[in-house]
C-alpha cells in the first residue's frame, strides 16, 4: 500500500464522519457517473502532435487499447474558457464575447479573475437551468455548473462558502497530515498567482527567474492538489467531477502553444489523468466515464505592445478616438468633432517635454492605481478593452450596441481608420445587413457572402457562423478588433506570445476523447451539443 492509498484511506475514514455529521447522505450507488478532465487551450492540433511525439503515452494507450475514441469539436467564439464551460455546463449560448469586456447595460467590466464577477455572469445567464454538475465538485473551473464543492473555482474564490471548504478540507485531510497546517492557506495564495498569471503572463515574467519557480511551483502543486482532490471524489462516489488543469495554457500563453515549455506541461498533464484512469478501475462498482477534452486552442502571436511601445487601448483612445472626438459625444456635441481635424491635431502635437512625460507617467499608473482594470482605459463616453488577440471598442453614450450605420453618421471614416492602423487584423461591426468586417480599410458584407479576410479558409461557412454568434452577443464591442492575420503576423493586444479568443483552426478546434460505452453525439459543432449529454447523468444521478 503507498502512502497516496493510505492518505485517501484515512480521508475516507474521515470524509464518512464529516458526512455524517453535516454533509447529507453518502450518493446512491448504481447509475453512471463521469469525470471530465479539461485540459485548458490545448488545440486539436497539438494535441495530434502532442500524441505523435510521445509526450502523452497515457492519454495514447487510452485511445490505442482502451477504445476510447477522440471526437472533433467546434468551440464556438470567443475561443476562451468562460465561453465554453458556460455554453457545456448549463447549455445555453452565453452573451461572453471574451475574458474581459464591458456590459453597458450593467454599466461594468467583466473580468473574470476579478472575485464576483464570475459568479454575477453565471446567476444571470445559466437562465435558472440546472447544471452538468449538480451535486458534484468542481475543481479550476471558471463557473461552478451547480457543483457543491468547488473551492478553487473563480466563482467562488474569494468567497468560499463554509460546506464548500468542509470538503475540500476532508479531501486534503492527509495532505494536511504530512504538510501542517499552512498548507491551505499557502495553496490559496498559489492559486490566486495562477489566477494573475493567466490574466498578465509577461508582466509576472518580468520578474525573472521567480516568476519561473513560482510559475512551475503552482503548476505542480495545484494540478497535485486537483488530482488528490478528484480521486477523493472518485472514491466517494461523487456523480459529477469536472477538473480543469490549466498549466498547458498558463505556460502556452507565456511562452507559445509550441514551445518545449508547454508542450513538457502535457506529460505532467498526461500522467495526471493516468492516476485519475487509476483510481477509477478501483471502483468499477461506480460506474465511471472518463472524458477528456479542451476548451479551446491557441494561436502564437506577437504582443502589439511590443510593436507599439503601449497598449492598444491607450494608442486607439490618444491617437484615434479620441482626436476623432469619439470620446465628446453629449447632447451639446452630438457628433463629436470631425475625423480630419483630430488628425491634424495629433499630428501637430509636439514632442512630449519633461513634463508631458511626467503627466504620461501618471495616466499611465493612476488609473491602475485607482482600480482600473489591466488593458482597459476609458476617456469620456469611450472605452476600449483588450482581452487577447481580441479588443473591443464602446460609445458609451448607447446603452445599447451601436451598428456601423451609426457610427459612420457620426464618425465619418472611423472604423475604416482604425483597419489601417499597425497590429490590426480586422474589425466586426453589426448592421442593419448582418455582420460586417473590415480589414485594411476594405469593408465585407459577411452575410452576402463576401467572406474578406476568411475568403481563402476551406472552413470558411463555420467561421462566418461563429462570427454571426459572437456579434448577436449584447456585450461585443460595437467594434470588435482581431488581431489575427495582420500586416505584422497575428498579434495579441495582451502582452502573451500564445493567445485566444478568435476564430483561427488552432483556436477553434479541439476534441472530446471518451470511452467506449459512452455515445456522443458527434460531430460537435458548439459546446451547447455537450449539455444534454452530460445532463442525463446528473438527472439519473439525482434520482
Ligand atoms: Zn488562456
Keep these: 500500500m503507498s502512502l497516496d492509498d493510505l492518505a485517501l484511506a484515512l480521508q475516507r475514514l474521515l470524509d464518512r464522519a464529516i458526512r455524517r455529521l453535516r454533509l447529507g447522505p453518502a450518493p446512491l450507488p448504481g447509475g453512471r457517473r463521469f469525470v471530465i478532465v479539461q485540459i485548458d487551450g490545448l488545440s486539436r492540433a497539438v494535441l495530434e502532435q502532442g500524441l505523435a511525439e510521445g509526450r502523452m503515452p497515457f492519454t495514447r494507450h487510452l485511445l490505442a487499447r482502451h477504445g476510447f475514441r477522440l471526437e472533433p469539436m467546434t468551440v464556438g467564439l470567443p475561443t476562451s474558457t468562460p465561453a465554453f464551460q458556460l455554453s457545456a455546463m448549463y447549455g445555453v449560448r452565453p452573451d461572453i464575447p471574451g475574458f474581459h469586456y464591458h456590459d453597458k447595460r450593467r ?28 451535486g458534484g465538485s468542481a475543481y479550476g473551473c471558471v463557473f461552478t455548473g451547480g457543483a457543491a464543492n468547488n473551492l478553487f473555482s473563480f466563482t467562488v474564490l474569494k468567497r468560499p462558502t463554509a460546506q464548500g471548504v468542509l470538503r475540500t478540507l476532508s479531501a486534503i485531510v492527509v495532505l494536511l497530515w504530512v504538510m501542517a497546517k499552512g498548507f491551505v492557506l499557502t495553496t490559496l495564495e498559489l492559486w490566486r498567482a495562477v489566477l494573475r498569471l493567466i490574466a498578465d503572463p509577461t508582466g509576472e515574467a518580468r520578474r525573472g527567474w521567480k516568476w519561473l519557480v513560482m510559475k512551475i511551483g ?18 466517494a462516489g461523487v456523480g459529477a467531477v469536472y477538473v480543469n488543469y490549466v498549466d498547458y495554457d498558463v505556460f502556452a500563453h507565456a511562452y507559445g502553444p509550441r514551445h518545449r515549455r508547454a508542450l513538457g506541461a502535457l506529460r505532467r498533464v498526461d500522467r495526471s489523468i493516468h492516476r485519475v484512469w487509476r483510481t477509477i478501475r478501483r471502483v468499477p462498482e461506480h460506474r465511471y466515464d472518463l472524458y477528456v477534452l479542451s476548451d479551446h486552442g491557441q494561436l502564437h502571436c506577437t504582443p502589439y505592445v511590443r510593436l507599439r511601445g503601449r497598449g492598444l487601448e491607450r494608442v486607439l483612445i490618444d491617437d484615434v478616438l479620441a482626436p476623432a472626438g469619439a470620446e465628446v459625444v453629449s447632447p451639446e456635441h452630438p457628433h463629436g468633432r470631425s475625423l480630419a481635424k483630430g488628425i491634424k491635431a495629433t499630428r501637430s502635437r509636439r514632442a512630449p517635454g519633461m513634463w508631458q512625460r511626467f503627466l504620461n507617467y501618471l495616466e499611465e499608473d493612476f488609473p491602475r492605481l485607482m482600480g482600473e482594470l489591466p488593458e482597459a482605459h476609458q476617456r ?62 476594405k469593408r465585407y458584407r459577411l452575410a452576402r457572402g463576401e467572406a474578406g479576410p476568411f475568403a481563402h479558409r476551406t472552413d470558411r461557412d463555420v467561421v462566418l457562423a461563429c462570427v454571426n454568434d459572437l456579434m448577436t452577443m449584447p456585450s461585443a464591442g460595437d467594434l470588435v478588433i482581431y488581431g489575427h492575420d495582420a500586416t505584422e503576423g497575428n498579434v495579441s493586444y495582451v502582452a502573451e506570445i500564445g493567445a485566444h479568443a478568435g476564430p483561427s483552426s488552432d483556436e477553434l478546434y479541439t476534441f472530446v476523447i471518451a470511452g467506449p460505452g459512452v455515445t456522443l453525439a458527434g460531430p460537435i459543432d458548439h459546446p451547447v451539443d455537450l449539455y444534454p449529454h452530460f445532463r442525463e447523468y446528473t438527472a439519473v444521478g439525482a434520482q
Excluded: K
Excluded at 473580468?111 to 437562465?127: I, N
Excluded at 456601423?404 to 480586422?426: K, N, V
Design 107 to 134: 454599466g461594468a467590466d467583466v473580468y473574470f479573475p476579478r472575485g464576483g464577477d464570475a459568479a454575477w455572469v453565471e446567476q444571470t445567464q445559466a437562465g435558472g437551468r440546472p447544471g452538468i454538475l449538480a
Design 218 to 235: 503552482v503548476s505542480v502543486w495545484v494540478r497535485q492538489f486537483f488530482t488528490l482532490a478528484v480521486a477523493r471524489d472518485i472514491y
Design 380 to 441: 469620456g463616453a469611450v472605452r476600449v478593452i483588450a482581452a487577447g488577440p481580441n479588443a473591443f471598442v464602446y460609445f458609451l453614450h448607447a446603452r445599447e450596441a451601436l451598428d456601423l450605420e451609426s457610427i459612420d453618421r457620426q464618425w465619418p471614416g472611423l472604423a475604416d481608420d482604425i483597419s489601417l492602423g499597425r497590429g490590426i487584423g480586422f474589425l466586426l461591426a453589426r448592421s442593419a445587413g448582418g455582420p460586417v468586417c473590415i480589414a485594411q480599410g
